[in-house]
């Protein structure tokens, strides 16, 4: 879940209970507030399960890798981290690549509905990317994509036959540790974590379902 929702789903649940006291007394409060729970169960029961993250079909035998940065990459370290995780020193022949940012939105900004800046931003987080992934040799393509990372990756895999995802993330404000263990668990191609800055621990990696 999007670290957004969870503020709006308390509001759901205690705006109306709280008006529902002031407006018409304890039962009237009390009335609204089941309401409101059955809604969110009703919801919640619907929604469907998760299951595994497939990628869409590749039409030759390369490699095919999608990068996806929870900020931008461009510490000549992480970039390294980054080229020895997918493993692109030494490739016989040079990999499709694909690197995908998503768009960060405030939570003032969404309710302004200003998702613009957002992906001016994750815009400008992709070019700073894939330029310091091209000055290592890594030639790539370039998306925006969802805030949420992993339903930004889900998106982005009905389109992009990928045989890896590499995640790349500072630490877990832009919730990627949460993100590193569904993708891990759903993902059918082959999955790497790289944290940047962890110039002590090296390359943190694993492959989906171990």
Do not use: C, Y
Request: no cysteine; aromatic share 4%.
């Amino acid at each position: 879940m999007a670290p957004w929702k969870l503020p709006l789903i308390v509001a759901a649940i205690a705006v109306p209970i709280v008006a529902g006291f002031f407006v018409g007394g304890g039962g009237v409060g009390l009335g609204l507030g089941a309401l409101a729970v059955l809604a969110l169960v009703v919801v919640a029961v619907s929604q469907k399960p998760r299951g595994p993250i497939v990628s869409a079909q590749a039409r030759d035998a390369r490699r095919h890798v999608l990068i996806v940065a929870a900020t931008a990459v461009e510490d000549p370290g992480d970039v390294s981290r980054v080229v020895a995780a997918a493993e692109f020193n030494g490739a016989q022949e040079a990999p499709d690549v694909l690197v995908l940012i998503p768009a960060r939105i405030g939570f003032l900004d969404r309710w302004a509905s200003d998702v613009e800046s957002a992906r001016h931003t994750a815009q400008e987080r992709l070019v700073v990317t894939v330029a310091a992934l091209a000055k290592a040799g890594v030639a790539a393509e370039a998306r925006v994509g969802d805030e949420d990372i992993v339903q930004a990756t889900e998106d982005q895999l009905q389109s992009f036959p990928a045989t890896e995802v590499v995640l790349v993330g500072g630490g877990d404000e832009d919730g990627v540790d949460a993100a590193a263990a569904e993708l891990r668990s759903r993902l059918e191609a082959s999955f790497h974590e790289v944290r940047l800055g962890a110039r002590d621990k090296g390359v943190e990696a694993g492959r989906a379902g171990d």
